[in-house]
């Protein structure tokens, strides 16, 4: 056997020892713990504590606190330097909302090529939006109605007709019976 087929297989039981090991490691565990310990990790998972970064994001987003300088290099100058947002473009919605985040923009050197500010009343965007919408919909039912009166007209042309056809066999049933009467 060679030395490489000696590690190999050297390597194979040392895996299959410490397999072993972690497999009865579980059991004791969920032996001695039972179902109060799953519980117990599931709840420490959902209180996990946020780092000072994620804290100061939530409070800009909940409470609109200013980020602090740091942050916003660690966020706002990797996208404005980094591909592929340098060369596409990304789109900072509400961003910068104070005297102090343009400042950071400006003595950062970081300059857009483009700002858009959207300011519409309710009134505007409804009177702009609505009629053509209300346009369509009305297009689809019209067309809509007019499929379903062109069944039911068709429907009450098939009943028409089915009733005359009865109505003259039974005019000739009866006929018939009269003729025998007779």
Do not use: C, H
């Amino acid at each position: 056997m060679s030395v490489a087929a000696q590690d190999i297989s050297g390597i194979k039981d040392e895996f299959s020892k410490g397999q072993e090991t972690l497999l009865d490691y579980d059991a004791e565990d969920s032996n001695l713990y039972g179902d109060e310990s799953k519980q117990g990790v599931a709840e420490k998972e959902e209180i996990m504590e946020l780092t000072d970064d994620e804290e100061a994001i939530k409070a800009y987003l909940e409470t609109n606190e200013p980020l602090p300088t740091r942050l916003l290099d660690k966020i706002v100058r990797v996208w404005w330097t980094m591909e592929p947002f340098k060369s596409t473009g990304f789109v900072l919605e509400g961003f910068p909302r104070t005297v102090e985040e343009a400042r950071y923009l400006q003595d950062s050197g970081l300059f857009p090529d483009a700002a858009i500010i959207l300011q519409a009343s309710e009134n505007d965007v409804i009177g702009r939006l609505l009629p053509p919408k209300l346009d369509i919909w009305r297009a689809k039912r019209n067309k809509r109605l007019a499929k379903k009166a062109r069944n039911k007209a068709k429907g009450q042309a098939k009943r028409e007709a089915a009733m005359a056809k009865r109505r003259e066999v039974l005019i000739k049933e009866r006929d018939e019976r009269r003729a025998v009467r007779m």
